[in-house]
């Protein structure tokens, strides 16, 4: 079957594997923890070597590197201070007090619309410690942003979906996060430097493993850095699984099962739902509101009149397929009766487009009255054009992961099988730039540009990696800066910011997730264009053992 065909499905998809960058969830409590003052993750540790830049070829993600440059590991922990003084503990060792009169309600700060600002913390003087680890000095914390390339074409197509900022709209951008993180927020005598990093040669389709390691590698050799930030990374895990073999900091590969996290620990992080947890979120969902019942919201009649079967999509990744096994084993536990089944596809795009003619064909045949997308967001552009095409409508349920409960990405699909589309979603309540974190920090600071679609998406990963540098102390490096977030305070959990929480073992942000059905006729509040998510319960957010006992139901419907 020629390609050639399918090219301008396979330049949308192919923009969206390389651009997709959208606003916005596990444990099921929002207390408040007290910091830690010890290791709070399988793999951290209280003393030891962080090891410098090496090769990693051939080496498994998460396994890391030889310790060649030791660095002080004895920074403490601490509480999150008063309104009317406290101490900390500096780099040098010794105690220094300072201030707490920027503080506001116990925060380090007030900015109207920002839920993240994190715990007050006394203004510090004293001796930082200077090079505490790489990337550090005693005035500065460098970090770079990574981009996959990105071609001209592909951008021009997404531009006003608002999915594809300009090269000026990010570093409009990052100059903002600069200035926001180093006036807001305690760095203890050093600033960020944030350096933008647009790869030469690694695309998300086809995704290179070999490609995005060599990428790593590049950036830790030029830059020195002591974090790389990757956000909405889909398709290359090998990238941040090189960055923790070489002993750095790094944000991104979204969806990857809890091994592959604890496996990094403690260099590695990431704001979206880790997989397990949107395998037992969405499992859970699934087990008591809509197993043992009909496919009522399916397209065609001889479908709703059917018990629920459901088919689980998943890209062949092996870390994505371990963590869509854990949902389809949950679902088969509870639904004796229909029960899921997996199936895969490449995510090399030109591979996609051609088995999604499979894919639809092996599951109208097989009965299949519910799709599952486990998945990212680009194999429903295909998939539901082909659904449509072979006349078959079943449910669409999306799982909260991926972005697709993103409206711009949604309204890509084919109309007359979304209709039919409901699920879980991991991104906050949709609605203007203004309500979200980014459009406080646009608010606050000066620029060139307003705040593009997908600007939250981007500032939730600066959030948690601000918040973390500030607990982290004078004494950073990676051991303290690892210690530091997994003990940060829980925020958000509200309609518009979705709720953030690490803990022992957790080392993802997002924690919870609501329940919604598309539209196709509502105008979206994020382009006012036909088409958009609405969201059950007036937007509330749901975390594990929190999900009701009842029917689903689409009201009016």
């Known amino acids: 079957m020629p390609i050639r065909r399918y090219a301008p499905a396979l330049i949308i998809a192919a923009a969206l594997l390389l651009l997709v960058i959208v606003a916005p969830s596990k444990g099921a409590s929002t207390t408040v923890p007290n910091y830690a003052t010890g290791p709070t993750s399988a793999g951290g540790s209280t003393s030891g070597s962080i090891p410098t830049a090496t090769s990693s070829t051939g080496t498994a993600p998460g396994q890391h590197g030889p310790a060649t440059g030791a660095s002080s590991l004895n920074g403490s922990g601490r509480s999150g201070g008063s309104s009317t003084g406290g101490t ?68 021009a197509i997404l531009g006003p ?25 305690e760095l203890y005598g050093r600033s960020i430097h944030i350096d933008d990093y647009i790869s030469q040669s690694c695309e998300a389709s086809p995704p290179s493993d070999a490609c995005f390691r060599q990428d790593a590698q590049t950036v ?57 947890t949107q395998a037992e979120i969405t499992g859970e969902w699934y087990c008591k509101q809509l197993a043992h019942r009909d496919a009522i919201y399916a397209g065609e009649a001889s479908l709703r009149s059917k018990r629920r079967t459901a088919e689980v999509l998943v890209d062949d990744t092996p870390e994505h397929v371990e963590a869509a096994q854990h949902l389809a084993s949950i679902i088969n536990g509870c639904d004796h009766g229909g029960g899921a089944v997996i199936k895969t596809f490449s995510p090399d795009t030109s591979q996609a487009v051609v088995q999604s003619t499979t894919l639809a064909s092996q599951a109208k045949q097989s009965g299949i009255t519910t799709i599952i997308y486990f998945t990212d967001p680009v194999l429903p ?59 406080a920090v646009y608010r606050s600071t000066k620029g060139a540009f307003g705040p593009f679609t997908s600007a939250d998406n981007i500032q939730g990963f600066f959030s948690v990696l601000a918040a973390g540098l500030q607990q982290a102390g004078a004494n950073l490096n990676p051991v303290t800066f690892e210690r530091a977030v997994l003990s940060l305070p829980a925020w958000g959990g509200t309609r518009y910011h979705s709720l953030i929480k690490f803990g022992a073992g957790d080392f993802t942000a997002v924690s919870d997730a609501r329940i919604v059905f598309w539209d196709p006729t509502k105008r979206s509040p994020i382009n006012g264009k036909a088409g958009s998510y609405v969201a059950l319960n007036a937007g509330r957010r749901y975390t594990l053992g929190q999900f009701p006992a009842t029917t689903f139901r689409i009201p009016g419907r």
């Open 88 to 155: 900390s503990r500096a780099g040098g060792g010794q105690t220094a007090s300072g201030s707490t009169a920027h503080c506001t309600g116990g925060r380090q700060f007030a900015v109207p619309g920002f839920a993240a600002a994190p715990a007050c913390q006394p203004t510090f003087t004293g001796n930082n410690g200077g090079a505490t680890a790489r990337g550090i000095t005693n005035s500065q914390i460098e970090i770079v942003y990574y981009q996959p390339e990105q071609s001209l074409a592909l951008k």
């Open 161 to 185: 979906a608002g999915l594809a900022p300009s090269a000026s709209q990010i570093n409009d951008f990052l100059a903002r996060e600069t200035s926001f993180i180093n006036a807001r927020y």
């Open 220 to 276: 830790v050799s030029k830059y020195h850095p002591f974090a790389v930030v990757f956000p909405r990374n889909l398709t290359a895990p090998g990238f941040n699984a090189e960055l923790s073999h070489l002993g750095v900091t790094n944000f991104g590969a979204a969806g990857m099962p809890l091994s592959y996290d604890t496996g990094q620990a403690p260099y590695h992080f990431d704001y979206d739902m880790d997989g397990d």
């Open 381 to 439: 552009v295909f998939l539901t054009q082909q659904m449509t095409q072979q006349n078959y409508y079943p449910e669409n349920v999306i799982t909260g992961g991926g972005y697709s409960d993103f409206d711009a990405l949604a309204q890509l699909y084919s109309k007359s099988q979304w209709k039919n589309a409901f699920g879980l979603g991991d991104l906050p309540d949709m609605s203007t730039p203004s309500h979200y974190d980014a459009g």
